[in-house]
């Protein structure tokens, strides 16, 4: 009875991430599209939105399938490999961590120095977002370059392989300290939005200045959001690596690990409705593109309805002359 349950169990996680499988491809897919194709969302805070949706894109791509492979099979069963399978996936956890972070930096920056932000570059940007790829990824690959337990047994399982110390580092450095630096820098935008709401009624300012201030408060607003699901979403897997790390304990149940792992899965998933929802630039550019999709679609059944016209009065001609 108790392997039923498990089975129906392991089939329903199967199910839950191959539906977000496929939303988190779709959605994060069309996002990057949109925002790398259309020049009137080429700006400074987009391009953080771009890295954040590549690294959700890439836990689509590489976390669901091979997590889902390596549960399923306990493959590879080569330490090595395992090693790197597992650091794969870590290094796009990271990742998408550090591009948060980096979206949280850039919003406190945007929000309390509005003044030094817009004179700031993109190269500057760009740098901050290289700078989260390169943290992430060499985060994620410590226990390759040694960092691991030393200890395989013919299953590929981060619980055995990972050195224990190394799960501690991961949830203080990567999980309390970055998403208290969240928290803290969000307290801070929003007294700023406060003390700029209360400037507002005093100070009749300039209206592009202050439509340009919406537009910026608008964008804390809604990352603030993404952030906030991210801290509830990946809290339990977090959790679960801090007890099994603090506890010096590797047999915490299997199960609770892979929805733990699923709610990250969801997570990545659901970060492309919030843009979609909350970001009008976004939202407008998403209408543009579908419009366009559906001019195009239309275009072609006109052209085949125009083109099989043709050739039925052809046909008729034929048939009247030869009469």
Not at 79 to 107: E, Y
């Amino acid at each position: 009875m108790t392997e039923i349950i498990l089975l129906i169990v392991q089939i329903f996680f199967i199910i839950l991430d191959f539906s977000f499988f496929c939303c988190c491809i779709i959605g994060n897919s069309i996002v990057i599209y949109v925002i790398s194709r259309d020049r009137k969302l080429k700006s400074k805070s987009n391009y953080h939105i771009l890295s954040v949706a590549l690294a959700d894109l890439l836990i689509g791509v590489l976390s669901i399938p091979l997590g889902v492979y390596a549960g399923l099979t306990g493959a590879p069963h080569d330490f090595q490999l395992c090693l790197v399978l597992n650091s794969v996936l870590l290094s796009v956890f990271a990742v998408s961590h550090f591009s948060l972070l980096g979206v949280s930096i850039d919003r406190y920056w945007a929000v309390c120095y509005p003044l030094t932000y817009h004179v700031k570059g993109s190269t500057l940007t760009k740098f901050m977002i290289s700078c989260c790829w390169i943290l992430g990824i060499l985060f994620g690959f410590l226990p390759v370059f040694g960092w691991n337990s030393g200890h395989f047994e013919n299953i590929c399982d981060l619980r055995v392989i990972a050195d224990l110390n190394y799960l501690l580092f991961v949830c203080v450095t990567l999980s309390f300290t970055s998403t208290l630096t969240m928290i803290v820098l969000y307290s801070f935008i929003y007294r700023a939005i406060l003390k700029q709401a209360k400037k507002r009624e005093e100070i009749v300012a300039n209206q592009n200045e202050t439509m340009k201030q919406k537009q910026e408060i608008r964008a804390a607003h809604t990352l603030a959001m993404v952030v906030g699901t991210f801290i509830v979403l990946w809290s339990p897997g977090i959790i679960c690596l801090f007890i099994i790390s603090f506890t010096k304990n590797r047999e915490l149940h299997i199960d609770i690990l892979e929805f733990s792992t699923i709610l990250v899965h969801c997570n990545a998933a659901i970060d492309p409705l919030i843009y979609a929802y909350r970001m009008k630039n976004i939202r407008e550019a998403l209408n543009r593109l579908f419009v366009c999709l559906r001019k195009k679609e239309n275009l072609r059944e006109n052209s085949v309805t125009t083109s099989s016209d043709k050739r039925s009065s052809k046909t008729s001609s034929i048939k009247t002359t030869s009469a």
